[in-house]
């Protein structure tokens, strides 16, 4: 496989190498009085006599400007426009390079008029998007206008896409006050507050890399209004309402400055509104968190509008401060508690296709309680100039979570699991730049300790316990583990003309220690057998060398290639068995990076990627561990090993003018792995392993997006779309089988103003999926989700609020296979206070079923959901 990859990097270049040859003509517009620059010019390049626009740019400060067209006329016609200059236009040569413009100032007696600001506008790799343009009476926190703004895709978990990629940062001021927590700030921040959303395109967080390194992602930035600069703002929620008690209370008080940021909040609420996610956090981490080794069986939750099926009670509280302690360095305070507690009830059949026909049915009703206690604390200090970035990362986050099931069957069965955990980090990495050389030197260090405990009863794996007393009525799992996380590390580039060379060395380090055992009933000693024990030590010690190199072939157009070799040598020691395994391995993970702004509107991104992977110690343990009441769980102690190799191309177009943004994405990967895991099943009851067994899995994705501001009927229009094949195995009682699974999904929405006294929302979701077992193919499945909302404003300040959610699964074979939901609501404004008063589920639908196929098995479930409900808000500013 490695032999292929420098054939298929050079196939892959080749494909768009009539893309980047294009030609570009460079200039400056001087005032011609003064010499000075002129900034901000419209210049665009046209064919001789003609209007088409072949190419389009706004002069820098520099008065500098680029214009690129793959077609350019051996002839153009170059004119330079602004509101306060005579217009002109040069007949030039498309190879002539450069051209300067020296241009004079025209006054012009203006009669009365209203200037409206565009909506959005770019000047340079910044988009600026005009909050009030997007803004209507129904819109209170700024995330309700990012859900609109084209270009930008609020997703359900919170997180937020522009052109279909995730951001990398999210600001406030220009500031990192919530470290990835972002969604604090897109429910919380008043609307009205803010003047604009910044998209930082290409944006580089770390000031002293600029022009070195150059990310693919990008930024968001909220410009506030000059009113809240400094100004502290403190708003207050109190509701109530019935079947039973319901409660929805909220303190949020924040202050934004160039020296000082806050933001705290407290919310409770039991009405089925997800306020837990806003404690979410989307920059990653260094990894070395908790590790599951086992769960409860519990009802999964529809993919409907949670207020309609989240029984929940649900606390949090975040407090937030930075303070600049002198200029480009921040001390950041993140400190976040969470409590949440969250019922579920349903009835689920699972059918498995097993290849001699003799398929296994298992059938549960179930009723679960999830209780999740959580603290966590971050301190970071960050100095970021043009010449040294310093920062400093320190975490601590402990859990105290449970999982409590009850199953109601022949033998009515109960489960009981604690799974808390503690762990700490710290990130460390300071960098120096000297013109155009960089070094950086960084480190990482976590402890993760946790000990789980699964309760089941009655006992129900009897062919493991064949001495039972009459007494013994309890079974019960434990699982402790520790992991010590460790790396050093020390790069370095240096920029050149046309060359640009890149090294980093890492020395790193992961320690593990797992032990458990199995306990019948109150037992102080574990059970004796070898094989229901475990204690386990991993070591891992790796040193990785990687170097890197790009060479510029145009101002836009570098690509990058990086060929990182990695040293890892393993030590694993089971205890109980006595047995010592050593083994000494090299990686290898080259990685071809090719990100080339086309021109001011259109942007390729693309890369070409193999890796090599090691399992961890969730596969190196013999003795079974109690993974569910249901199900053990063991490996063999084979090493698992996997090499992938994946692409990607990613398209993206943007034109403020028109507000048109799209992107388009073609990925492929496949992963081969030297194991496949066996499930064998007796009766309901199931055990795994894995098997050496060598596999390939082929993964092909395509996703689409588009969105749009049509002022003509004042909306604001969106369209995601995607395709997603793969061809994978599965192992069940012994037996290999073929899986292909196809979907694709299209989710168009439009937001619309009519006149003053009307918006009107609707979304639509469609879903086709096909999967295709040992060459049985498995009937298509057809999934709809709709939405529509309508708000009614009569007068100003007064709101009426409908909205319609319906969904739609082609397999139930019954009127169950539409579920309709109404909600109805008011809401009148006064000077300070907000009265809202909701019903909602207003046809009081009761359950909701679900039926889908995954893997080698068939899911039908009938979920439980909230009755009809009302309740009264009443939000008010106190400052």
């Known amino acids: 496989m490695n032999k292929r990859i420098p054939l298929f990097v050079l196939l892959f270049l080749l494909s768009f190498s009539a893309i980047f040859a294009q030609k570009e003509i460079k200039g400056r517009v001087l005032d011609q009085q003064t010499r000075e620059p002129v900034a901000n010019a419209a210049v665009t390049m046209h064919p001789v006599g003609s209007t088409s626009i072949i190419s389009y740019s706004m002069t820098s400060k520099e008065g500098t400007f680029t214009l690129r067209s793959a077609n350019m006329p051996d002839s153009v016609e170059i004119s330079v426009k602004a509101m306060t200059l005579e217009s002109q236009t040069k007949h030039v040569k498309s190879d002539i390079g450069f051209v300067e413009f020296l241009v004079v100032e025209k006054t012009m007696e203006l009669k009365e008029v209203i200037v409206q600001a565009p909506k959005i506008r770019q000047l340079g790799d910044t988009i600026h998007y005009d909050v009030a343009s997007f803004l209507d009476e129904t819109d209170r926190s700024i995330g309700d206008v990012l859900k609109k703004l084209p270009g930008i895709q609020v997703l359900s978990s919170g997180q937020i896409l522009y052109q279909n990629k995730a951001i990398s940062k999210f600001y406030v001021e220009g500031l990192d006050l919530l470290k990835g927590k972002y969604g604090i700030a897109t429910n919380n921040v008043d609307a009205t507050k803010v003047a604009s959303v910044q998209v930082l395109e290409n944006h580089q967080p770390i000031k002293a890399l600029k022009d070195m390194e150059i990310p693919e992602a990008a930024a968001i930035n909220l410009k506030l209004k000059k009113s809240a600069h400094g100004a502290f703002f403190l708003t207050a929620q109190a509701g109530a309402g019935l079947p039973p008690m319901l409660l929805s209370n909220e303190l949020v008080g924040m202050r934004f400055s160039a020296t000082q940021q806050d933001m705290s909040v407290y919310k409770g609420d039991n009405t089925g509104r997800d306020i837990v996610r806003e404690l979410t956090s989307f920059y990653g981490g260094s990894g070395g968190g ?394 309901i009851m199931s055990s795994s392993t894995s098997i050496p067994y060598t596999n390939t899995s082929h993964y092909y994705g395509l996703d689409y997006s588009f969105g749009q501001s049509i002022d003509a009927i004042k909306s604001e229009m969106k369209l995601f779309a995607s395709y997603n094949k793969s061809k994978t195995l599965s192992l069940n009682q012994g037996i290999v089988s073929n899986l292909n699974f196809d979907s694709y999904s299209l989710s168009p929405s439009i937001t619309t103003d009519i006149g003053r006294f009307m918006v009107l929302k609707y979304d639509i979701s469609y879903r086709h999926t096909r999967s295709k077992i040992r060459n049985q193919s498995m009937p298509a499945v057809h999934n709809v989700a709709q939405n529509l909302g309508t708000s009614i404003i009569p007068v100003k300040k007064l709101i009426f609020n409908i909205s319609f959610n319906h969904y739609f699964n082609s397999l139930i074979e019954s009127e169950a296979r539409s579920s309709w939901f109404g909600n109805l609501g008011v809401k009148y404004k006064l000077k300070n206070v907000d009265l809202m008063l909701d019903w909602t589920n207003i046809f009081n639908t009761n359950k909701f079923i679900t039926y889908s196929y995954s893997d080698i098995s068939s899911y039908y479930s009938v979920y439980m959901l909230r009755p009809s409900e009302i309740l009264l808000r009443i939000r008010f500013k106190i400052l």
């Open 290 to 683: 908790p590790v599951n080794f086992m769960s409860v069986i519990a009802p999964v939750p529809p993919a409907i509008r949670e207020q309609h099926h989240l029984f929940n009670n649900a606390h949090l509280g975040s407090l937030n401060s930075l303070k600049a302690l002198k200029k480009d360095l921040t001390l950041t305070g993140n400190l976040n508690y969470l409590y949440d507690q969250q019922k579920s009830s349903s009835y689920s059949k699972r059918d498995i296709f097993v290849a001699d026909g003799g398929n296994i049915h298992i059938t549960e009703d179930m009723n679960a309680q999830l209780l999740k206690r959580e603290l966590e604390g971050t301190l970071t200090l960050e100095g970021n100039t043009d010449e040294y970035f310093l920062n400093n990362k320190l975490n601590v986050s402990s859990r105290w979570n449970e999982h409590t099931g009850k199953i109601a069957a022949v033998r009515d069965i109960s489960q009981f699991l604690q799974f808390p955990s503690f762990n700490i980090g710290n990130d460390f990495e300071y960098l120096r730049r000297k013109e155009n050389k960089n070094f950086r030197v960084g480190s990482q260090i976590s402890y993760t300790m946790q000990n789980h405990s699964l309760s089941v009863s009655p006992v129900l794996f009897d062919e493991v316990f064949t001495n039972l007393k009459e007494s013994d009525t309890l079974i019960r799992q434990e699982v402790s583990y520790n992991h010590l996380k460790t790396n050093l590390y020390v790069s370095g580039g240096n920029l050149g003309k046309r060359f640009t060379v890149g090294y980093s060395t890492n020395v790193f380090s992961d320690h593990y220690f797992m032990q458990s055992g199995l306990f019948v009933s109150d037992a102080i000693s574990s059970v004796s057998a070898d094989t229901l024990r475990n204690r386990l030590h991993r070591n891992e010690i790796g040193i990785r060398l990687n170097g890197s190199l790009s060479y510029r072939f145009s101002e836009n157009f570098k690509p990058i290639l990086s060929f990182p070799v990695s040293y890892l040598f393993i030590n694993r020691n089971d205890h109980i068995r006595n047995t010592s395994k050593n083994g000494g391995h090299v990686l290898i993970s080259p990685l071809l990076i090719i990100q080339y702004p086309i021109s001011s509107r259109w942007d390729l991104f693309s890369n070409v990627r193999f890796s090599n992977q090691f399992g961890g110690i969730t596969e190196d343990y013999l003795g079974y561990i109690m993974a569910n009441y249901r199900g053990m769980n063991r490996s063999n102690g084979l090493l698992g090993k996997n090499h992938q190799t994946g692409t990607f191309v990613h398209f993206s177009y943007k034109n403020p003018f028109t507000t048109l943004f799209t992107s388009f994405r073609l990925s492929y990967s496949n992963i081969w792995r030297n194991t496949l895991g066996d499930v064998r099943y007796n009766g």
